[in-house]
């Protein structure tokens, strides 16, 4: 199998490397693409031996040219789609895992090719979810999540007829601020937020787990994966993050994944999809754990839960909107430009003063989102 | 789809005939088979029409005979296998829902004659697996659990290699005397036995969850339905009864199957199956549920589990033993003839004093059915 990575030095990225540098030669890197961490960039250069090799910057791009005169280099958006949609086509699976809105095209592009995708990238579909389908089927390609709830959903979908599912529930750990009042909220800080209880992942997306717009995101990426209408997508606080969604059927059967909180587990399932391959991982142990627990998950307590709901439901370019403006707020909090309660005032002051527009396209897309983001900057900056 | 319904009167029976009444014609019943409940007889009669009926007694037989002269009427062992293998072949199920060993012969003559099976009776596994197994791929016929706990392995392995497979987690209430320590068990009757926290059973299966014989069954039918081995089969208390079992697979991922306490559910999926069908029972509520809990089931304060796997292991005519043993002795208990751990001391005085044989027959098995009823019977009345 050969792996187009994109995002190779995030934290998925890492783990995917991981899960491939322990699957004795299963898998062959053909492209990486990173952002600016180029030291790690050039260890994956010795290791994998990918024959294009993309970065975020010129100069980057430059450097390792005169390194490795072997490897192709690119840079940008350009070189991101070219890392996607690089050679010919075999047995290819592209792995999205960028962080952001920045990881539409290059999917988009992919599947244009006719390459499976493995999908950590939930902007895809969030933003882009009303182009990604029609094209999936177009091109007959398979698309398999990344995230841990939504890979829950599908294996918790194995095997069944959909048309008796009845609900997803997505459960939500309730992020780093979990038992915080709204009045705490006010004075917390980015070291603060960026302590996840049970996760260890990006920047982004731990802010937005403690904003509550990751779970958001994921109910809008469930209802274009699953194809679940937004009243039957429902979520819950589960603080032990232990089961990681669920899905009822229409003889009140419910179906559920569990396991200890490691993404080394649903990228190993989307990579080597069909197929469930063997990972060593820590086992569930549900005698030393003792308990699970479950609690609504207001929408007082977590308004961008609502607007993420409000804004999947409106559909056409609200979603991307809605994200856009998260994006850029996060952006603004991590550089320590506006407050935490303020990303909920940016997201909802741009989706109220946003339009709509029912028919997309990639273009009208991705000038929506670089639209929202400028005036974000530009207004809070 | 036409049924042969064995245990109608029973409480799985009757929630079967439940499910029946309210699946539009779906189902037709062609014979069922009764013990001493005549009463319930008669209503079926009207309500079903079922072509056959067998009862335990002869004189039952001949009272019902002049009062249906259009249904024919069997009586007995004989009548039972008459029941399950009624007629000629067509799109039939066997839903055999007797209590014990009985339950073993009619399954074993309705697969010979290629009928599909839906068991409640888990007998036939325990002490007829080895026979059964191998008689179900030469007739290719497939049989169904109706156990919640297996119904729920089976649902969690749909879609699944079944190669992947690590283990089976099977989880247990704790039954009527959870709470009491073996000092306590000394003083305990009938009626507080009869007592279940969160399934409304028969009698038989309500004192072997008490003592914890019901899991110890369990567990051996898992063995021959999932063919997994006696050391992947684990068990845990979970006293909410809501996780039905899970399955854990070789990447860590548990796949587990939920819902409130409702045999109907099951039995629906079973007799439907492979459909999953609309049941409109209580839909799981995990948020005014709370919290779910897992101890670990201790073969200290259940010896019985012990004696169960030791038996399983051993293979052969030991899990007979354990059977017949357990059975005359909730017997005795449920008739005031001996106390409540009289129950264990029965079944391993027994396993202790008869011969394991490994090469089976049906005659064999039933034989020492007997054999070791008869002995506890003389000993103990």
Redesign the interface.
């Known amino acids: 199998m050969r792996l187009f990575l994109l995002g190779a030095t995030g934290n998925i990225g890492v783990q995917t490397l991981d899960i491939v540098r322990n699957s004795n030669d299963k898998f062959h890197v053909v492209s990486i693409a990173a952002n600016k961490n180029i030291n790690l960039v050039k260890e994956i250069i010795k290791e994998f031996h990918p024959k294009f090799v993309s970065v975020g910057l010129l100069e980057a791009k430059n450097e390792l040219e005169e390194l490795y005169p072997s490897v192709e280099f690119g840079y940008g958006d350009e070189g991101l789609i070219k890392a996607a949609t690089y050679g010919d086509l075999g047995e290819d699976l592209v792995v999205n895992a960028i962080v952001g809105s920045a990881g539409l095209a290059p999917t988009y592009y992919a599947i244009k090719k006719g390459r499976n995708i493995a999908l950590a990238n939930k902007e895809t579909l969030v933003i882009g979810g009303e182009l990604i389908n029609p094209l999936l089927k177009e091109h007959n390609v398979t698309l398999i999540p990344i995230d841990s709830e939504h890979s829950a959903i599908m294996?918790?979908m194995?095997?069944?007829?959909k048309t008796?599912v009845k609900s997803i529930?997505i459960t939500a750990s309730g992020g780093s601020f979990r038992d915080k009042t709204r009045e705490e909220l006010k004075k917390v800080t980015v070291k603060d937020a960026l302590n996840h209880p049970n996760w260890d992942m990006g920047a982004k997306i731990t802010i937005d787990s403690a904003t509550m717009m990751n779970k958001g995101l994921e109910v809008i990426e469930a209802h274009y994966l699953f194809n679940v209408a937004y009243s039957n997508i429902k979520t819950?606080l589960?603080k032990e993050s232990i089961?990681h969604s669920?899905v009822?059927?229409?003889?009140?059967?419910?179906?559920?994944?569990?396991?200890?909180p490691?993404m080394r587990?649903p990228i190993?399932?989307a990579i080597n999809y069909p197929?469930?391959?063997?990972?060593k991982?820590?086992?569930?142990d549900?005698?030393s754990?003792?308990?699970?627990?479950?609690?609504?998950l207001s929408f007082v307590r977590f308004p961008m839960l609502q607007y993420a709901y409000d804004a999947g439901i409106k559909g056409g370019l609200m979603p991307t909107v809605l994200n856009a403006a998260n994006e850029a707020a996060v952006q603004l909090f991590l550089n320590g430009k506006i407050t935490f309660l303020q990303i909920e005032e940016i997201v909802i002051k741009c989706l109220n003063i946003f339009d709509n527009e029912l028919e997309l396209s990639l273009d009208s897309v991705l000038e929506r989102d670089n639209l929202v983001k400028d005036y974000v900057f530009k207004t809070y900056s």
Chains 1, 2 share one sequence.
Do not use: W
């Open positions: 294996q918790c194995n095997g069944e007829d008796t529930v819950v589960h089961i669920l009822e059927y229409n003889d009140t059967a419910m179906i559920a994944h569990l396991g200890n490691d587990v190993s399932y197929e469930r391959v063997e990972y991982g820590k086992p569930l549900l005698i754990l003792g308990s699970l627990h479950f609690e609504e």
